[in-house]
Every structure is written in C-alpha cells, then in structure tokens.
C-alpha cells in the first residue's frame, strides 16, 4: 500500500540568532519527524503553525507527525510488512492510540477547511493543493496500514494521485508531488495481472516502473518527503533482490537520521548477505 535533511535546531531558542526563521521551522519538523523525535517535531510545526495560522500546510504536518509516531509504535514501517506480502494482508491489526488518532484527525480537519477556503478564492494556489494532496495521501496510509482498510485506503490513494497530477501541470518542479503519484504506480503495480486490470477499469494507476521513475524524482530532487521516497525506493530494491541498491540507500538514510532504528535494523539485517 502506501506508500514518507536539514540541521537540527531548538525551537525554544532565545537569542534572536538563535531563533529559526518560519521556513525553517517546517524543516526542524520534518528532520525531527524522520529521526523520530516526535516531542520536536511537533513543537516546531506547531510553532509555524502558529506563526502562519491561515496556512494548511501547517497543521498536514503535524497530523504526518502523529502518523508517523503510530508507525513506530506500532513497528509498521518494518521492511518484512512490505517485502513479504502474507505477513503484511495477514497480521493482526494494529491497536491505534486513541489520542494519537484524535490529534491526528483534527489536524487534518484543520488542514482540510484552511486549504479549501483557500482555493475556494484561488483554485490554483499550489500551496493550498499540495497540502490538501498530502492530507489525502496521510489518510490513506493511516487507513491501509493502521485500520487495514484496504478499499477506501485505493479510493483515498487514487484521489492524492490525481490532485498530485493536478498540481505537477501548474507546478513540474514540485517534486515533493510526484510521491503521490509514484506510490500509487508502483504499489498496484506489484498486484497480480487479473487485480491490476479490474483496478485500470476504475481509473488506478498500475505501472511499476512509471512508480520508480516517479520516487526517483522524489528522492533525488524533492524536499520535505526526499527521505521518505528514499525508504520506499529502499523496500523496492529489497523486492526485486537488489541488496547493494538497499544498503546504499539505508546507509545514507542511517547516517543523516542515527536515532531512527528503522535504517539501522534493516541495514544490519543486509550485512550478513554482504559477507556471505
């Protein structure tokens, strides 16, 4: 299914040079959220949050912060749930936080009614469309991967591709967008042929290699989801049997987020086949 590098910074600093610009509170966030500093990356988006309150892109933040706290707690985003597809379809559902889900929703409520006012007044504000693009895009992995939900997690998948293509015509250079587009390509892609043509027939992109090519642009050009599309490519090179491919991308991942153990419990589980 869903399928998600900058310095450190506190954001209680107190000394004007100190202090983060607005901007750089969204990257204090996201590097918080990928090294799994979640008290931080909350704070930091809730900070710009506040600084920039008619924003949506503020509060889709947060909610991929307390999204991405649930899959650690719940160890989702282990490898073995993508590369091994039984284990994936047959293990027991995750109990969700009710908390982490409350906060979860709210935030992309949030998100949901500032991103439409926006482009109620401006169809075409990018900014507005590709917060509304990643709210969708959260909702379906919370749906597929936490409620195994996997019918309306396709639906939900399917609507952030199209606003993502939506969004790539006014704006090709937002490589952040091609995610949506990538993982929906490559995820049913990987379905059995008689699944991938009654998925065509309701509109779902099913190309896997149109999926790489689409994370690559991501991973080597996007910005807040680039170490994310970097994990994903990670689990495709593991399921065509590429190791050097996976190591290389875990390595760089492990380095860049050392308090992430994700990167390095799947980089070690490859050192034994690289000795071998």
């Known amino acids: 299914m869903a399928l998600l590098a900058f310095i450190s910074i506190s954001v209680s600093a107190t000394t004007p040079a100190d202090i983060p610009s607005s901007a750089s509170l969204l990257e204090v966030g996201y590097r918080d959220m990928y090294d799994l500093q979640f008290d931080g990356a909350h704070k930091a988006f809730q900070e710009w949050e506040r600084l920039n309150p ?17 899959f650690d707690r719940l160890g989702i985003l282990q490898s073995e749930f993508f590369v091994d597809d039984g284990e994936f379809r047959h293990r027991v559902r995750p109990a969700p ?7 979860f929703d709210s935030q992309l409520k949030k998100s949901e009614q500032l991103a439409g006012s926006v482009l109620a007044r401006s169809p075409q504000d990018k900014n507005a469309l590709f917060a509304k693009t990643l709210d969708v895009g959260l909702r379906s992995d919370y749906l597929a991967l936490i409620e195994k939900k996997y019918v309306a997690s396709l639906k939900a998948m399917k609507s952030a591709g199209l606003l993502a ?35 065509r027939m309701y509109g779902a992109e099913t190309d896997k290699q ?57 980089l070690a589980r490859l050192q034994p086949i690289a000795g071998q």
């Open 97 to 103: 936080d009710p908390r982490a889900r409350e906060a």
């Open 165 to 199: 293509e939506q969004l790539l015509k006014l704006d090709p250079t937002n490589y952040d967008a091609y995610i949506a587009v990538g993982v929906e390509n490559y995820m049913l892609g990987l379905s059995p042929a008689p699944m991938r043509w009654l998925l």
């Open 54 to 70: 008619e924003d949506p892109f503020g509060p889709t933040s947060d909610a991929a912060a307390y999204l991405f706290s649930e």
């Open 210 to 266: 149109k999926g790489i090519e689409r994370l690559r642009l991501t991973a080597e050009k996007g910005h807040y989801l680039l170490p994310f599309a970097r994990l994903l490519l990670a689990v495709a090179a593991l399921r065509d049997k590429d190791q050097d491919q996976a190591r290389r991308l875990l390595q760089g991942l492990a380095t860049e987020f050392p308090h992430n153990r994700l990167y390095a419990r799947e």
